[in-house]
């Protein structure tokens, strides 16, 4: 094979992907069968196989038990909204970010203590087992599940205050800057650091997603005078939705 020459079974997912994108085989239509795949492009069986087998992995067409190959619905994305600290409205920092793109966001969320693990310890500059307040969180769009989020902060900091459990007491529900805050805790930045990947089999069952599809995750660390205070992980099915960041220029 030439440099630039295209393995037979990339040639044959190449031309198929074309006509699911332009509609020659529009949702719900069939995938031609391998055999017919075999005969119009003149490629053996493992050939064919190979190429409905590619277009399986990026989403466009999915299997149904005793049926056959069918192209997929394909969403028409919609976005995520992440921006920078803007001050207290009443409302959630999630229904604030998609308040603008008329999401009609809730959420649902659980929170216990936990030892933190190697990678939740680097993030926030702890040492391995110290005791963080691990966040679960489920949002949801129009009761459809968009994105789930796990924070994790070091009971060092927010232990045995007010804040301690994201979710309850008198700031319950509010952000980070704002819960820190009460506690004399002042958040002066973030970082946010975007990934993709193909999502865990429980990611998957919960956002609606089938094996093999990707998810973007957004790794969000807070700091208060250069010392991390929360760190998130927030993954969104990279199908259904686009991160879109509001950055003001100063």
């Known amino acids: 094979m030439t440099f630039g020459e295209q393995p037979a079974y990339l040639r044959v997912a190449s031309d198929l992907r074309e006509k699911i994108v332009n509609g020659s085989l529009p949702p719900h239509t069939r995938l031609p069968s391998q055999a017919r795949i075999r005969e119009e492009y003149g490629v053996s069986d493992t050939v ?4 409905r087998k590619v ?39 999630f229904r604030q970010e998609q308040a603008e793109d008329g999401v009609r966001g809730t959420w649902e969320s659980s929170s216990e203590q936990e030892g933190a693990g190697p990678e939740t310890a680097a993030r926030l500059g ?25 924070s994790w902060e070091p009971l060092e900091v927010t232990g045995r205050t007010p804040v301690m459990l994201p979710e309850e007491g008198p700031l319950g529900g509010c952000g980070v800057v704002e819960r820190m805050a009460a506690i004399d805790v002042v958040v002066d930045n973030v970082v946010e650091q975007v990934g993709a ?18 998810v973007m995750v957004v790794e969000r660390t807070y700091y208060a005078s ?3 205070v929360e760190t998130a992980d927030v993954v969104v099915p990279a199908d259904r939705y ?5 950055l003001p220029v100063r």
């Open 226 to 228: 250069g010392r991390a």
């Open 197 to 214: 990947r193909p999502g865990l089999a429980e990611e998957l069952l919960t956002l609606g997603g089938v094996p093999g599809h990707v």
């Open 126 to 150: 702890i040492q391995l087992g110290d005791r963080v307040m691990r966040t679960r969180y489920l949002y949801r769009d129009a009761g459809e599940p968009m994105m789930i989020s796990t």
């Open 55 to 93: 277009l399986m992995a990026e989403g466009l067409v999915e299997g149904r038990s005793g049926s056959g190959t069918y192209v997929r619905e394909r969403p028409v994305p919609r976005r995520v909204s992440r921006s920078g600290f803007r001050p207290p409205s009443g409302a959630s920092p």
């Open 242 to 246: 686009r991160v879109a960041y509001h």
């Open 48 to 51: 064919a196989l190979e190429a």
